[in-house]
Nanobody, 125 residues
Framework: QVQLVDSGGGLVQAGGSLSLSCAASGLTFSNYHMGWFRQAPGKEREFVAAITWSGGSTIYADSVKGRFTISRDNAKNTAYLQMNSLKPEDTAVYYC??????????????????WGQGAQVTVSS
């Protein structure tokens, strides 16, 4: 079956960096667009970043633009999220997601078919 395994979360001070990985199995990874979302306590899951199946295009939420970088390695079936200049408001559980027929709906939770289990990111002030 399809599995997405998120890893790399942790605790970091404000201004620090963390890198998340999403290892996929059970699907043809290069056929899927990949996204990262996050959910803070008491809040809805929100879009962070997405990358097309080829890696040729990326989009970001305004709140992370210039600080986060999404990438993928189709040979390794893995997507990444490099997070720099972290802020306390970035604290959340981060989820990777895979979707095949997303169209223009990269920012929509419902556009993705498969989800990772989540990785906790905590940024202290």
């Amino acid at each position: 079956q399809v599995q997405l395994v998120d890893s790399g979360g942790g605790l970091v001070q404000a201004g620090g960096s963390l890198s998340l990985s999403c290892a996929a199995s059970g699907l043809t990874f290069s056929n899927y667009h990949m996204g990262w979302f996050r959910q803070a306590p008491g809040k809805e899951r929100e879009f962070v970043a997405a990358i097309t199946w080829s890696g040729g295009s990326t989009i970001y939420a305004d709140s992370v633009k210039g600080r986060f970088t999404i990438s993928r390695d189709n040979a390794k079936n893995t997507a990444y999220l490099q997070m720099n200049s972290l802020k306390p408001e970035d604290t959340a559980v981060y989820y990777c997601a895979a979707g095949r027929s997303i169209g223009p709906l990269f920012r929509m939770v419902g556009a993705y078919e498969y989800w990772g289990q989540g990785a906790q990111v905590t940024v202290s002030s």
